[in-house]
């Protein structure tokens, strides 16, 4: 299996970087302990290396540790994570010689809610699950179904333009192509703007009635690593911690704000709302908002200067008096 | 000899309208993808066919994730204090399942040791629990390490095992024989009912696969306290966010704050969470700054405090930690990997 | 949505120190009238603004937000209004996206000398903010 090799080479890779001291720490996935979960192994052992794994279920964006891990890291990152890296470069949080980045061209990732909701069951009902080029293959109870993959992918990954790695320094793979169904992946944010105004605003409060200000969404993102988030100030006090809808829907509107420009939609966000809010309905939205405005994408040059931070002469005005 | 009653699935929905009379009945649902015990519609009986623990933990009935104390005004005379209205409704929770019922005495602990809390008591003295056996159990559940069985519970006042077409039914408590006792289309089980209910029950307790020792773990846990290196390495994936303390059916952290508008304001309470960094933040320091003391600090509080002052390990193997963690980070794993000092 | 008899729009204005501030001082010099339903914050800047002050400022009841700063290449930061331009662009065209009306987040440029353009631009804000009505959006329905 393709997979397989490519699991081969990074382990290898990522073995040599440790033994021969290029970096204090490699940062990557290795198995869960629940079926179909993949989890960060973060590690100065070269033993701990073999434990590496590349497979469909990758999901985490690993550039999350980079504002905390101190010294050299050898990290593994998909075409998502590395825009994240790059962006994390352009606000200075890390420096390109301190990471040795080993680049995977990604397939697309699979969605376990969406293979959940399909079969009606859950994840550890089921027994296995391959990606075989565009089809899926599930086996449950003994018996084998196929799913084209465009049904199972995450939507993110749908609509992702940038599959193979912006920034490497090796890149375990052959360069990939993006999966490219890019209506499906803005379905939802279709449908809301079809909606009127007083009925989106209906939309987002009740969503945000089910937020129970866990902070999984921001502790998850990469672009968030304020040491102090707008929403830990006392002093003036913006927003309480009460789980209020109101104060739930100005956390995560400020919070997308915030990033605008270095939010590179890698979906990790949704994916971990415990309460199953569209937050990517948000996201995509405003990294569509500052390609039409700015024509930025995130993370895609790092010697680019980050998107709020800089300015032309002329730019759009149309709706200042 | 006890004699243990029955019920065909398709009566529930008439027996729960019975039961409306007098309780709001709760029923494990899934709304908007969550799975949560929510307010009974008062038609669709579908959950039953739904056979696993709900997303948000019992603990969301009886301990919001926000509760309002009171709402204060500013007068010439000084502060005038409301005190919200009580809600008068018993709440009858149909289909909580015996780990979520232990985790509820558990809380007990807190809300009415030394302090009796006026905010979760009323509801939680005025409420009935029907138990539900599990029949399917998350591959992330362990709670026959803590002495819970999955088909059994004292914690109940009525406990339901799912046999398929019907529900065997024990009255645990007074309250439980009286509810049954008025209900229609109950009938007396028969010995093979009670035969295949004990093969249910025990087929459920084999599903739980994943274990912990819990075997002297307190003491593994002081003689590990130090070992900075190891919590470290077992919290380096750790991101902080509040998850596995928010889902956690036996975490009561909460904090309490002011909502205030010129003269007027409403006091509320509101879930915390030991991982957030700003949790133990003071003026001068900040004793649990890194997140190893943090992580250190969650397992300690379940699995080495709580038996030390209270003789129970504040942990009902509910999984949903494990489920929910973001980064996989597995509660399981760390305690199985104690390092142990001979 | 019924209107309080007599209700009056409340708008937070954002004036910039060195200019748009200095420019509603000469509007009160020179008599200019303009609505009294502004309440002003001056900021040094208007690049001072974060889009976190608009959005609290909606959450606290306020009816419409104005941020008013020096003409681009004016202003006395050199680049504030630049950074302001693009930040008001995306937020505006974010919460929009959410569901608030477009009329309730306004920006103008309004240099020293031109009393009478603030007194313009305040006079029409006032009157698009009563068309549409008191903001709701953040009342609880319940």
């Given at each position: 299996m393709e997979n397989k090799k490519i699991e081969q080479k990074l382990r290898q890779e990522a073995k040599t970087l440790l033994q021969q001291r290029r970096v204090d720490y490699i940062i990557g996935y290795e198995m869960g302990s629940l079926k179909f979960t993949t989890t960060p192994l973060i590690t100065k052992s070269e033993n701990d290396t073999d434990r590496l794994v590349v497979n469909p279920f990758i999901v985490n964006n690993l550039s999350v540790y980079l504002t905390e891990v101190k010294g050299k890291v050898g990290i593994v990152v998909k075409g998502c994570d590395s825009r994240s890296i790059v962006s994390l470069i352009q606000d200075n949080k890390i420096a390109r010689e301190a990471l040795v980045i080993m680049g995977i061209p990604c397939p697309g990732?699979?969605?376990?809610?969406?293979?959940?909701?399909?079969?009606?069951?859950?994840?550890?009902?089921?027994?296995?699950?391959?990606?075989?080029?565009?089809?899926?293959?599930?086996?449950?109870?003994?018996?084998?179904?196929?799913?084209?993959?465009?049904?199972?992918?995450?939507?993110?990954?749908?609509?992702?333009?940038?599959?193979?790695?912006?920034?490497?320094?090796?890149?375990?793979?052959?360069?990939?192509?993006?999966?490219?169904?890019?209506?499906?992946?803005?379905?939802?944010?279709?449908?809301?703007?079809?909606?009127?105004?007083?009925?989106?605003?209906?939309?987002?409060?009740?969503?945000?009635?089910?937020?129970?200000?866990?902070?999984?969404?921001?502790?998850?993102?990469?672009?968030?690593f304020c040491q102090k988030c707008f929403v830990e100030e006392s002093e003036p006090q913006w927003v309480l911690p009460t789980p209020k809808w109101q104060d739930n829907l100005l956390f995560q509107a400020i919070r997308n704000i915030h990033v605008a420009g270095r939010c590179t939609d890698c979906g990790e966000c949704e994916r971990v709302c415990p309460m199953n809010i569209s937050l990517r309905s948000l996201t995509r939205e405003m990294y569509e908002i500052v390609g039409e405005l700015f024509q930025y994408k995130a993370g895609m040059d790092k010697n680019a200067l980050p998107l709020l931070t800089a300015y032309e002469s002329t730019e759009v005005e149309d709706f200042i008096r | 000899m006890i004699n243990n009653k029955k019920i065909n699935k398709r009566d529930i929905g008439n027996l729960l309208n019975e039961w409306s009379q007098e309780f709001t009945v709760f029923v494990p649902l899934r709304e908007s993808g969550v799975a949560m015990l929510s307010k009974w519609d008062g038609k669709d009986t579908g959950f039953m066919d739904w056979h696993r623990n709900t997303v948000q933990p019992i603990k969301a009935n009886f301990f919001p994730p926000m509760e309002e104390m009171f709402s204060f005004q500013k007068g010439k005379e000084g502060y005038h204090i409301e005190l919200p209205s009580s809600d008068e409704h018993k709440q009858l929770i149909f289909g909580i399942r015996p780990c979520d019922a232990r985790a509820l005495i558990i809380l007990d602990m807190t809300f009415k040791d030394l302090y009796e809390d006026p905010y979760y008591l009323p509801k939680r003295n005025n409420m009935v629990l029907i138990g539900l056996g599990c029949t399917n159990p998350y591959d992330s559940c362990f709670c026959t390490s803590l002495g819970i069985n999955p088909g059994e519970s004292a914690d109940v006042d009525l406990m339901l095992t799912d046999m398929g077409d019907q529900f065997l039914i024990e009255e645990i408590t007074e309250v439980g024989k009286e509810l049954?006792?008025?209900?229609?289309?109950?009938?007396?089980?028969?010995e093979a009912d009670e035969a295949e209910a004990r093969e249910v029950k025990e087929a459920s307790y084999n599903k739980v696969t994943r274990k912990i020792d819990t075997e002297g773990i307190k003491e593994k846990l002081l003689s590990c306290f130090e070992d900075q290196d190891f919590w470290e390495k077992v919290s380096t994936k750790c991101i902080s966010c509040g998850i596995c303390t928010f889902l956690c059916p036996t975490c009561y952290c909460f904090d309490i704050n002011d909502e205030l508008v010129r003269r007027q304001g409403t006091r509320f309470r509101s879930w915390d969470s030991c991982a957030f960094p700003v949790y133990t933040k003071m003026p001068m320091e900040n004793p649990r700054l890194e997140k190893w003391r943090r992580v250190r600090q969650k397992v300690c509080h379940k699995f080495e405090f709580y038996p030390m002052n209270f003789d129970i390990i504040a942990c009902v193997g509910c999984g949903r930690c494990i489920r929910q963690c973001l980064v996989n980070w597995d509660i399981t794993q760390t305690l199985n990997s104690l390092p142990t000092r001979v | 949505m019924e209107q309080e008899v007599g209700w009056e729009p409340k708008l937070l204005g954002f004036?910039?120190?060195?200019?748009?501030?200095?420019?509603?001082?000469?509007?009160?010099?020179?008599?200019?009238?303009?609505?009294?339903?502004?309440?002003?914050?001056?900021?040094?800047?208007?690049?001072?603004?974060?889009?976190?002050?608009?959005?609290?400022?909606?959450?606290?009841?306020?009816?419409?937000?104005?941020?008013?700063?020096?003409?681009?290449?004016?202003?006395?930061?050199?680049?504030?209004?630049?950074?302001?331009?693009?930040?008001?662009?995306?937020?505006?065209?974010?919460?929009?996206?959410?569901?608030?009306?477009?009329?309730?987040?306004?920006?103008?440029?309004?240099?020293?000398?031109?009393?009478?353009?603030?007194?313009?631009?305040?006079?029409?804000?006032?009157?698009?903010?009563?068309?549409?009505?008191?903001?709701?959006?953040?009342?609880?329905?319940?």
């Open positions: 990732l699979i969605d376990l809610k969406k293979v959940e909701l399909l079969l009606g069951k859950d994840r550890d009902e089921l027994d296995n699950i391959t990606r075989d080029g565009d089809k899926v293959v599930i086996m449950v109870d003994g018996k084998e179904s196929n799913f084209p993959a465009t049904e199972v992918l995450f939507d993110n990954c749908l609509v992702c333009e940038f599959p193979t790695p912006q920034e490497y320094d090796v890149l375990l793979g052959e360069p990939t192509f993006p999966v490219g169904d890019i209506t499906a992946g803005q379905a939802k944010i279709r449908q809301l703007k079809e909606m009127a105004p007083q009925q989106r605003w209906e939309f987002w409060k009740n969503e945000f009635s089910r937020c129970i200000r866990c902070y999984a969404c921001r502790n998850v993102c990469p672009a968030c | 049954i006792a008025k209900a229609s289309r109950v009938e007396e089980a028969t | 004036l910039c120190r060195w200019c748009s501030y200095a420019g509603a001082d000469l509007a009160g010099i020179s008599r200019k009238k303009y609505p009294a339903n502004i309440k002003i914050i001056k900021v040094p800047c208007s690049g001072r603004v974060d889009p976190l002050f608009i959005i609290k400022a909606l959450r606290l009841g306020f009816d419409g937000v104005l941020v008013s700063g020096c003409y681009p290449g004016d202003c006395h930061y050199q680049t504030g209004n630049y950074c302001a331009r693009r930040r008001m662009a995306i937020t505006k065209k974010f919460l929009e996206y959410m569901g608030i009306e477009s009329q309730r987040i306004q920006a103008s440029w309004v240099s020293a000398s031109e009393g009478g353009k603030l007194a313009e631009v305040v006079t029409e804000v006032t009157k698009e903010l009563r068309e549409i009505g008191p903001n709701q959006l953040f009342a609880d329905g319940k």
